[in-house]
């Protein structure tokens, strides 16, 4: 593993089948999210545009007759994609 700059690394796989179960995250790693995806040729971390990222959102004080989950569902959908919802 080798950082190249702003928050980039570059890995390389010593087996195919790694490499290709690396890609079923996104991962956690001490608190930070870790999304791996294929080189491109000519790539420059400085001018990688990221429009999107993954967050956890906790709805506090949401009263109990909201915890339906057609409900939260559509909260989620509200603020994007839902990868994950916990009851």
Do not use: C
């Not at 593993?1 to 010593?14: A, E, I, T």
């Not at 930070?32 to 420059?44: A, G, M, Q, T």
């Not at 545009?49 to 004080?61: E, G, L």
């Amino acid at each position: 593993m080798v950082g190249v700059g702003y928050g980039f690394y570059m890995v390389k796989f010593d087996l195919a089948q790694e490499r290709v179960s690396s890609g079923k995250g996104p991962w956690m790693i001490f608190d930070h999210y870790l999304v791996v995806r294929p080189w491109v040729i000519n790539f420059v971390a400085f001018e990688v545009k990221i429009d999107s990222t993954m967050v956890w959102i906790h709805f506090s004080s949401l009263g109990l007759e909201y915890y339906d989950e057609s409900i939260l569902l559509a909260l989620a959908a509200a603020v994007g994609q839902l990868v994950r919802m916990d009851f």
